[in-house]
């Protein structure tokens, strides 16, 4: 399987998923606009461990939405979801959404 990104979103396949499972299936949330990513169909589980986000996808798809991207279908597997960063002169940040 290859990655997987929706805005600044990069979901990465992993053999496995480890963590503690989520009551929600939020995997991103901007912090300017109070956007969300998040699994808005299918059957799936979202772990967190040492402050990385693992998806399960149980279901043939899941549908990953946002309020500003086209929603995107995620196939059965296990997923690492990465936030992308960018650099600026005073270090790395997470990408405002």
């Given at each position: 399987m290859k990655a997987i990104r929706q805005g600044d979103v990069i979901l990465?396949?992993?053999?496995?998923?480890?963590g503690q499972k989520k009551l929600d299936l939020i995997l991103a949330e901007g912090e300017v606009t109070g956007?969300?990513?998040k699994i808005s169909e299918?059957?799936?589980?979202?772990?967190?461990?040492?402050?990385?986000l693992y998806l399960r996808v149980l279901s043939d798809i899941a549908l990953?939405?946002?309020?500003?991207?086209?929603?995107?279908?995620?196939?059965?597997g296990n997923w690492l979801v990465k936030i992308q960063r960018e650099y600026e002169p005073e270090g790395w940040r997470y990408v405002a959404d």
């Amino acid at each position: 399987m290859k990655a997987i990104r929706q805005g600044d979103v990069i979901l990465l396949p992993v053999e496995q998923v480890d963590g503690q499972k989520k009551l929600d299936l939020i995997l991103a949330e901007g912090e300017v606009t109070g956007h969300k990513h998040k699994i808005s169909e299918g059957e799936a589980e979202l772990y967190e461990k040492d402050g990385t986000l693992y998806l399960r996808v149980l279901s043939d798809i899941a549908l990953l939405t946002h309020e500003e991207h086209q929603a995107i279908p995620i196939p059965q597997g296990n997923w690492l979801v990465k936030i992308q960063r960018e650099y600026e002169p005073e270090g790395w940040r997470y990408v405002a959404d």
